[in-house]
């Protein structure tokens, strides 16, 4: 009866068609080994050394390059090389506030965490810039909630807590494609625009065109302005609306087109 090679010999015998011998493959793992001791050893170490420094730093680029990545997938203004430098810089950020009271213990009025919390107050006013209101509408909170997400990041590994910035990267991750989905599939993702109802009337009535702009249910409003012109006895309605993925435009244009006094509409985002 033939009987099966150990395990040992199939693996050698697996090795040997590939010109690797048992002895060359137990000083790869041997030397792989050493590797994962040293960086392990190099993330452990509490002193601000060159290596402790290469290896931060090099993490704090690969997490904000995640979520750069997936910004920049979704062609946002702040992208992968933005949220890589946010991330890397608040890593050196925190590493100096490390590195000064080691190496100056004298410093009596030196304060570890006053060059990360500036950070903080700092990225704020980046974030600011990434949000843009236009004609009633708002973009980028997102984008600028990242922004900041991401200086947290950073600061977090160059503290040492690395598996904690690794699990807040993939949180923002699970955050940012996931519950997108969760919106689309419940619409509870609508967009704000600013719709401008023209009427030849002086009075119109501004109830009865509320009614026929929300009677879908796949538009709300949220707040009405109403200007008068004298001169020429028209005025416009504006409404602030929340819009659902679902809405037609053109539908609504339909309805509305059918009351006398309306002569325009207009909505922009």
Known sequence: M???PPADSRTTMFLSKFGIGNHQSHLDMDIFQHIIDSLGAVAADEKIGIGTCLFKLLMSLLLGSVIGFERQMRRRDAGLRTFTLICVGSTMAMLVSIWIPQNYPDFLNGDPGRIAAQVLTGIGF????????????ISGLTTAACIWL??????????????????TTALTLFVLC???R?????YLN?????????????QPDTEHIARVVQQDGKLTIMSTSFEHNFDTGTCTVTYHVNVKPTFSQTTL???LSELDYVTGVKMVS
């Open 2 to 4: 033939r009987s099966d």
């Open 126 to 137: 980046l974030g600011a810039g990434a949000i843009i209101q236009s004609k009633g509408g």
């Open 150 to 167: 991401v200086s947290a990041v950073g600061l977090g590994v160059g503290a040492g807590l690395y598996l904690a910035s690794a699990v």
């Open 178 to 180: 996931s519950l997108e």
């Open 182 to 186: 969760f919106e689309k599939r419940f």
């Open 190 to 202: 609508g967009v704000n625009k600013v719709l401008s109802v023209r009427c030849s009337a002086a």
């Open 253 to 255: 244009c339909r309805q």
